[in-house]
């Protein structure tokens, strides 16, 4: 049976504006042509994302900047057919009892070609460094609102490392273990124990929607021309995974470290 035949509603669990085109936009596609119905929580508006050159740059580090994205988003979404979409932290995507807030971008670094690391200089209130367990208070705030039948989130690696990746993938994990929802991780390469989707035939699709994203990035042919330069192919295939999903607890305590977190 695929994953895809699990139920009616899939949820996916973000971290900023365009990974949900960049990374999953052919499978939400995909599932939306399925008849299922598909969800989009983004953790923050990517209020640090580098802007592309050109006459939107004047927009990085503006707070015009986060306008400009969560209409990006907003085009983005329903370019793919995104059946609604929640911001972590605002109800329904904040646990009870609790003002809503925002979770900022985290910003980052590369350490590498292909690894990003924490920013040197992280806000107060960003995603990396906020508590853990409201975090994934939130996050399953919403799982128990919408009671997806799986949960779709980055892996354990962020899928390039970027600090707010790798925090969405540990609250994700954490929430679908609270409320006992399956967890599949995104795959970028084929694993045996993974399901691989070739979906080559939304490519138009993830095209017009990677274009909404106008001031992160530009396609360029079958490539994706990031703000920094970098390129890579559009991704039309995907792997997902099923993670072992712990019950309980979240983990109990977590030291915060500026840029980052380690569990204990
Ligand atoms: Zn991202």
């Known amino acids: ?17 365009d990974d949900e085109t960049i990374s999953t936009g052919a499978l939400i596609a995909e599932m939306i042509e399925r008849g299922i119905r598909v969800s989009l929580l983004t953790a923050s508006r990517g209020e640090r994302g580098e802007v592309v050159p050109g006459p939107l740059s004047g927009l990085e580090g503006t707070a015009a900047l986060t306008t400009a994205r969560e209409e990006e988003l907003q085009r983005a979404a329903a370019a793919l057919g995104v059946s609604e979409r929640f911001w972590l932290g605002e109800p329904p995507a904040r646990a009870a009892g609790l003002a809503p807030r925002r979770y900022r971008d985290s910003g980052m670094t590369w350490i590498r070609p292909g690894l990003a690391g924490p920013a040197d200089d992280v806000d107060d209130d960003a995603l990396a460094i906020a508590p853990l367990h409201e975090v994934v208070a939130d996050v399953a705030a919403l799982i128990l609102a919408l009671r997806p039948a799986l949960v779709i989130s980055y892996d354990s690696g962020g899928g390039y490392g970027h600090p707010d990746h790798v925090r969405t993938h540990v609250a994700a994990l954490a929430a679908c273990g609270i409320v006992g929802t399956p967890l599949a991780e995104i795959l970028h390469d084929r694993a045996d124990d993974g399901e691989w989707f070739a979906l080559d035939r939304h490519l138009a699709t993830v095209t017009a929607a990677l274009r909404c994203h106008a001031s992160q990035l530009t396609v360029d042919g079958s490539d994706i021309v990031h703000s920094g330069g970098q390129r890579e192919p559009i991704t039309t295939s995907i792997g997902l995974r099923v993670l072992r999903v712990q019950n309980g607890c979240p983990p109990r305590r977590a030291v915060q470290a500026k840029g980052g977190l380690i569990e204990e």
């Open 1 to 17: 049976m695929s994953l895809l035949d699990l139920g009616a509603s899939v949820l996916l669990v973000h971290a900023h504006p």
